[in-house]
């Protein structure tokens, strides 16, 4: 089946430490993005690709890391300097290039920090 | 700044009393305008994609329009599956996907 798929669903993690968050996408998309969302709140953007080896910050950049090596993934590092880490990822995949289609979003990775 | 500003942030309704969701823009060269639902705790579900002002879409209940400042969603006879958050998003000529704060819909029997 063509989709995005997120992993893990569920993360803990201890202060201090980083941890990687996965996105893997079979739908051919250009684009991948990752989104941050806190309860009760909308989607913040963190980062955004375009094409392989290329990626924007987002509003809310600080504290985190990305890479694109491969087309059909976007990892996301939340890094020890990210200060309230704990929130509900999102990652979503599209076509940009020609007119822009709608994003297609995973299933989301719930962090907590303990 | 690209912004995409969402009202009211919530709103409770009755079974099938009508009403409308706000969604307005600052986005230098929109490419287009996009309305997602989301359940609790997990991703949000594609619902329309609006490129230019003047145009409609509609599904079931749901009818989506666009002007060149701001986008409505209006729910017609709302059903309590209706509820929901509903999220608009703008994209612009840099491939930016840059989404609103949502407004979260109760309908009550």
């Known amino acids: 089946d063509g989709g995005i798929t997120q992993s893990p669903k569920y993360l803990f993690r201890k202060e201090g430490q980083n941890v990687t968050l996965s996105c893997e996408q079979n739908l051919n998309h250009d684009a991948m993005y990752w989104y941050r969302q806190d309860p009760g709140q909308g989607l913040r953007l963190i980062y955004y690709?375009?094409?392989?080896?290329?990626?924007q910050k987002g509003d809310i950049a600080e504290g985190y890391s990305v890479s694109r090596e491969k087309k059909e993934s976007f990892p996301l590092t939340v890094t020890s300097a990210q200060k309230n880490p704990t929130a509900f990822y999102l990652c979503?995949?599209?076509?940009?290039?020609?007119?822009?289609?709608?994003?297609?979003f995973g299933q989301g990775t719930r962090l907590t920090v303990v | 700044e690209d912004q995409v500003t969402q009202s009211p942030e919530a709103l409770r309704l009755q079974e099938g009393e009508s009403s409308s969701l706000n969604c307005s823009y600052t986005?230098?060269?929109?490419?287009?305008l996009f309305w997602y639902r989301q359940d609790p705790g997990k991703g949000p579900e594609f619902l329309f994609t609006l490129y230019s002002a003047g145009e409609e879409k509609e599904k079931e209940r749901l009818k989506a329009t666009l002007t060149k400042k701001e986008s409505f969603l209006h729910i017609t006879a709302p059903k309590p599956e209706d509820s929901a958050t509903y999220l608009c998003a703008a994209t612009d000529s840099w491939g930016k996907l840059q989404f609103g704060a949502g407004t979260q819909v109760v309908v009550t029997p």
């Open positions: 979503a995949s599209r076509n940009y290039r020609e007119d822009p289609t709608e994003a297609f």
């Open positions: 690709s375009q094409i392989v080896n290329d990626f």
């Open positions: 986005v230098s060269g929109l490419r287009g």
